[in-house]
């Protein structure tokens, strides 16, 4: 067994126990299921390779040809999975739709799976002489183009989903969905290895490889898609609210602002850690857009920043006082942050200082004023 074979076959095994994991998963069920079939075509695709790389028999090739047409599935799969974690709804048949670049692929290749016995030995032979597979050059660039922008499609779902969970959960950082940037980038890095492949023939870049960058990117998926928290599906249009935004400041915006700063400052509402502005505007006795408006208008952010705000400040309290010895990272949980990594983000962009460094110059401060 060559090299390639081996990587091959341990990229297969460990897409299977990935689709299963994934499958078995009871968080973001329709996503991880939607990503589990794509997980485990990628399996079958690599099984295949691994067998066909150890020994490259006739009665391998038309599976071989037929999995090799499966990247034109990879870039619309991400794209399916992107819209069912985002929306929480299961692909449907209607996302058939979706196979269309996969399906003409196969029909541009229909012919060779209608080769007989001596024609696939003919072809192996040219093959085996320096030859290369048929193809049509203006197919294969719309096929690449088609499954590249299914993963910029995805992309921008992901970012307008973020813009709408950073207006209406405090905890957004928490399913900001950035293992989804970092599956987008291995794919086009991907793709980008097959186009110098195929375009330039690199010597040092082959086929091989591509699909050694496919193991190493399984890999990379099930590390990040095991340790993905629930995602918060977002509202379908039809059940949105159907008020709009006040074009103009709403004479009830004094007494909207008055309310949320007294919630902040007396019940400290901020130091929940999963506080949506449905349940802020529930507790304000006010309209959620109204809410919505004031919080965009008069604090000047949306409402994780308005959030955020309210947290760094209480944190920044905590930290000047000196007789407050916990941790900062328990600072950080009591405020209502969930990780130490977005509390540190958000201090540092408020005071243009770190945590510790904040802490180390107030106790500093407190030591040179205090008696000599």
């Excluded at 009665?59 to 069912?84: C, E, I, M, Q």
């Excluded at 995805?154 to 399913?175: F, K, P, T």
């Excluded at 009591?334 to 540190?344: E, H, L």
Aim: proline share 5%; aromatic share 12%; with cysteine.
């Amino acid at each position: 067994m060559n090299a390639w074979s081996l990587v091959f076959l341990i990229g297969a095994a460990q897409a299977a126990l990935l689709a299963l994991a994934l499958w078995r998963r009871p968080v973001n069920v329709p996503a991880n299921r939607t990503l589990a079939v794509w997980i485990a075509v990628i399996g079958f695709d690599l099984a295949v390779k691994s067998l066909y790389f150890r020994e490259s028999s006739l009665d391998l090739l038309k599976l071989y040809r037929l999995v090799g047409l499966f990247p034109f599935l990879y870039g619309s799969a991400f794209y399916l999975y992107v819209r069912t974690l985002t929306q929480g709804r299961a692909p449907g048949l209607r996302d058939g739709i979706h196979l269309l670049g996969f399906v003409v692929a196969l029909a541009a290749n229909a012919q060779w799976f209608l080769m007989d016995r001596a024609q696939m030995q003919a072809f192996l032979a040219d093959l085996a002489a320096g030859g290369y597979w048929p193809g049509w050059p203006w197919l294969d660039v719309l096929l690449f183009a088609y499954s590249l922008s299914y993963v910029v499609a995805g992309l921008v779902r992901v970012r307008r989903y973020r813009r709408e969970l950073l207006q209406r959960r405090s905890d957004a950082d928490r399913m900001s969905l950035h293992w989804i940037d970092a599956m987008a980038v291995s794919q086009i890095v991907i793709w980008c290895i097959a186009v110098a492949q195929w375009q330039l023939h690199i010597p040092w870049i082959d086929y091989p490889l591509i699909y050694g960058a496919v193991v190493a990117w399984v890999f990379v998926v099930g590390y990040l898609s095991l340790s993905q928290v629930a995602v918060a599906a977002q509202v379908p249009p039809a059940e949105e609210p159907t008020t709009e935004l006040p074009a103009a400041d709403d004479p009830r915006f004094a007494e909207v602002e008055a309310r949320l700063t007294q919630l902040m400052e007396r019940e400290h509402l901020y130091t929940e850690p999963a506080l949506t502005i449905g349940q802020l505007a529930k507790r304000s006795g006010y309209p959620e857009y109204l809410v919505s408006a004031v919080i965009n208008r008069r604090f000047a952010g949306n409402f994780w920043d308005y959030i955020n705000r309210q947290r760094i400040e209480a944190a920044r309290a905590c930290l000047a006082d000196a007789g407050d010895t916990r941790t900062i990272l328990d600072i950080a949980y009591a405020c209502g942050f969930t990780s130490k990594s977005t509390f540190n983000a958000a201090f540092k962009k408020q005071l243009a200082l770190t945590p510790s460094m904040y802490r180390q110059a107030q106790a500093s401060a407190v030591a040179e004023s205090g008696p000599r």
